[in-house]
């Protein structure tokens, strides 16, 4: 999109043009907090805006536009959900549009989070599967009713298929029973249909966004122009914590472009007339920092802090049985280390502030709408319902979009804010808006990491080969402490989820918890605290099964028999590896299964080495149950993405820090996957019945594991110390 064109707004504006302007169709829509239910009718030109409590709306020419409650980043929610509205419908795939809903917790908030508007934790198809299913079967009872009343004939000979509404001689498609279907009185209790009837759901069916984010027309917050609009950069101090002391501006205020400076809480923005000019203006800025309050820590000493407390006990997390009272038995000891990783989204944080003095307007790839509605608000002296955010599409996320601070959209808000200050030219900038970018290095440099953790585990193992008992004790930065979602008195689930429980038979377990304090911002990493738990609990169950001298599948399956949906995957996955089958020589296989967000999945990991001794990851094979399948493509995609994701973490990832400054910068200091290093990947989705379950996040957690697995078994070396690179070559 050429600069200074504004975007029309995927808002509630946009959409009444699209449902309203052209005619008279119907929203259906629920308030799902105990209010009532009804009908709304798309307002005809001129009319007041409808209540913005529908998920669904049909048109006049039959289109079906379905409202999205969730980012889209990637994961395909344009895609899925829009497929569960349009199965109940019996709508025609080609007739859905999906739209990003406006921010609004009341009427499009998370139910598996509460009472709040936000994406996460593989959570969209979870917490939106009823609600959308019924919104659906609500529309189309509307339409069927219409019809029936129109044509004089009982609803029961009356049927539906691929957007047309038929009953004998009579048919009709959906845009031309809207008008009557919006006048009638809402059914509650419409029944939804059999699953073993899905037309729609299961099959393969093309991507929404995929034709506008390939032609170029889907709009990203970098792209959001608005007139009169501003660029910002911020220059952040180098260590965390510290604050500016002195700012010299002189030089950066000389370069052609740059209106202003000003100082915010995390550092120093240049404003500008372009990104060039903020840039090159922070470039010149002169800024010294005050580091008494900042973290001067290298990674290795944290790391070596963090080791120190593996010989204490920590906060109680899991206590079976009594770990100290078994002797007599073989003990296996492992030790498991994991540094800070970046998200590194593709497209780096970026979003659009219009602040006013009685409203502001924001444009950004919005994860945490209700969160950063609050922030926002906070930052601008508003109220949160002054606040109105426009969400576009991220390039990615992997967390970093949900942060509780709203770091880069308060940040926003307070340089808008900062340019309204009679003091800053007198105030006269406040009423430009302003595009705050965060270059890549910015972002990586800028903080908030999957924190780093170390593992302690220790277990005990019967002359048979039996597991008597595990004890495992971890040691990591809190992401909750201070937050919304802390829950004071317990132990950080973040930090122990894929730990506290395993899907293995252990007569004896205790697993304990050592929350640590740094200056370092750290936030939850795609599939949370399985990054690092997976990892070690996979890779210790492998080394038991060699101490136990038993194949590691063969090992698990005698452990998992109480776990029967983690032992089908297994048994899937290593089915589908010809797991037990010769390899090449210099080839060797590793499995693991991790269950995250309510899913279950395995991958068996094929390894070879060269002649030069570099490890190289040839094959992936993976088995998932997420329930029902409503879009095997994108289910593929997550897990092929995921697992692309995972490697390039396990091999490469890692963020240090020397006296406080972090090392890295970019993607050449910052390692992810390359096209050339991706293993060929297959995936198989167990069937199943039961309602969906995530799969942004469960594919990654089995990848590092799996491989460390196959490594340990073509080299007989085992990585315990992430990322492989410290110890294998690759």
């Not at 009823?130 to 609500?138: E, N, P, S």
């Not at 809402?186 to 699953?195: E, H, I, M, R, Y």
């Not at 594919?699 to 110890?727: C, E, H, M, Q, Y």
Request: proline share 6%; glycine share 10%; with cysteine.
């Amino acid at each position: 999109m050429p600069d200074g064109m504004t975007v029309p707004a995927t808002s509630r504006r946009r959409f009444l043009q699209v449902t309203g302007g052209a005619g008279v169709g119907l929203m259906v829509g629920f308030t799902w907090a105990g209010t009532s239910r009804r009908a709304d009718a798309a307002p005809a030109a001129g009319a007041k805006p409808f209540t913005p409590n529908a998920f669904v709306s049909v048109a006049p020419d039959s289109t079906i536009t379905v409202q999205i409650k969730h980012l889209e980043m990637g994961q395909g929610v344009h895609t899925g959900l829009t497929a569960i509205v349009a199965e109940e419908m019996d709508a025609d795939w080609a007739q859905m549009t999906a739209q990003a809903a406006p921010a609004n917790a009341k009427l499009y908030n998370n139910t598996a989070f509460g009472p709040i508007q936000g994406t996460g934790g593989s959570t969209s198809v979870y917490n939106s599967w009823t609600q959308l299913r019924q919104a659906g079967a609500t529309a189309r009872a509307l339409l069927v009713a219409a019809a029936s009343q129109t044509w004089g004939v009982p609803v029961a000979e009356i049927t539906v298929a691929k957007g047309v509404v038929s009953s004998g001689k009579h048919s009709a498609k959906f845009g031309e029973l809207a008008a009557k279907a919006a006048t009638l009185p809402v059914p509650t209790d419409v029944p939804l249909k059999d699953p073993k009837t899905f037309t729609l759901i299961g099959t393969r069916l093309p991507r929404k966004d995929s034709v506008a984010k390939s032609t170029g027309k889907a709009v990203f917050a970098i792209d959001v122009a608005q007139p009169g609009m501003l660029v910002a950069v911020v220059q952040r101090p180098p260590r965390f914590g510290a604050k500016a002391q002195t700012i010299d501006a002189k030089a950066a205020k000389a370069i052609k472009g740059v209106v202003e400076v000003v100082e915010i809480p995390r550092g120093v923005a240049v404003v500008a007339n372009s990104y060039w000019a903020a840039h090159q203006g922070r470039d010149a800025l002169k800024v010294t920092w005050d580091e008494s309050g900042a973290e001067k820590r290298g990674t290795d000493a944290i790391v070596a802090d963090y080791k120190s407390l593996l010989s204490q006990p920590g906060e109680l997390v899991t206590k079976v049985g009594d770990v100290a009272a078994v002797t007599g038995a073989q003990v296996v000891k492992a030790e498991y280390t994991f540094p800070y990783l970046a998200h590194a989204p593709m497209e780096p944080l970026t979003c659009v502030v219009k602040l006013g003095r009685e409203a502001c307007e924001i444009w950004a790839g919005d994860q945490f709408q209700t969160v950063d509605q609050m922030n926002a608000a906070k930052a601008a002296g508003l109220k949160p319902e002054q606040v109105t955010i426009n969400t576009v599409y991220a390039g990615g996320s992997f967390g970093r979009r949900a942060n509780l601070e709203s770091d880069y959209i308060v940040e926003g808000v307070t340089i808008a804010k900062a340019l309204s200050d009679p003091k800053v030219q007198g105030g006269k900038l406040g009423a430009r808006p302003v595009k705050l970018i965060w270059s890549r290095e910015d972002d990586i440099r800028g903080g908030r990491y999957r924190p780093i953790y170390v593992h302690g585990v220790e277990a005990k193992l019967g002359a048979d080969g039996s597991l008597l008992s595990w004890q495992h004790r971890i040691v990591g930065q809190s992401i909750m402490k201070g937050g919304p979602f802390a829950q004071p008195g317990k132990p950080d689930s973040t930090s122990t989820e894929g730990a506290a429980e395993i899907p293995y038979d252990v007569p004896n377990h205790l697993v304990d918890l050592h929350s640590t304090d740094t200056g370092v911002p750290v936030l939850w990493w795609r599939s949370v605290g399985a990054t690092h738990t997976a990892f070690a609990v996979e890779s210790f169950v492998d080394e038991l099964a060699v101490a136990a001298r038993q194949d590691p599948v063969a090992f698990r399956r005698k452990l998992m028999t109480k776990h029967p949906r983690h032992l089908a995957v297994l048994n899937l996955v290593a089915e589908k590896a010809d797991w037990g089958k010769p390899l090449p020589k210099g080839w060797a296989r590793g499995i693991a299964v991790a269950e995250s967000f309510n899913s279950v999945a395995a991958h068996v990991a094929e390894v070879s080495q060269d002649d030069k001794g570099r490890v190289k990851v040839e094959r992936m094979v993976c088995a998932v149950d997420c329930g029902i399948a409503i879009t095997p493509d994108v289910i593929k995609a997550q897990m092929e993405g995921g697992i692309g994701f995972g490697l390039g973490a396990v091999m490469f990832g890692a963020i240090t820090m020397t006296d406080g400054v972090v090392d890295q910068s970019n993607f050449d200091t910052y390692r992810c996957l390359r096209i050339d290093e991706m293993p060929k990947v297959e995936v198989h989705i167990m069937p199943s019945a039961n309602p969906p379950t995530g799969v942004g996040e469960p594919g990654v957690p089995p990848v590092g594991p799996a491989v460390a697995n196959a490594i340990a078994a073509l080299t007989g070396k085992r990585v315990r110390d992430l990322p492989f690179t410290g110890s294998v070559s690759v």
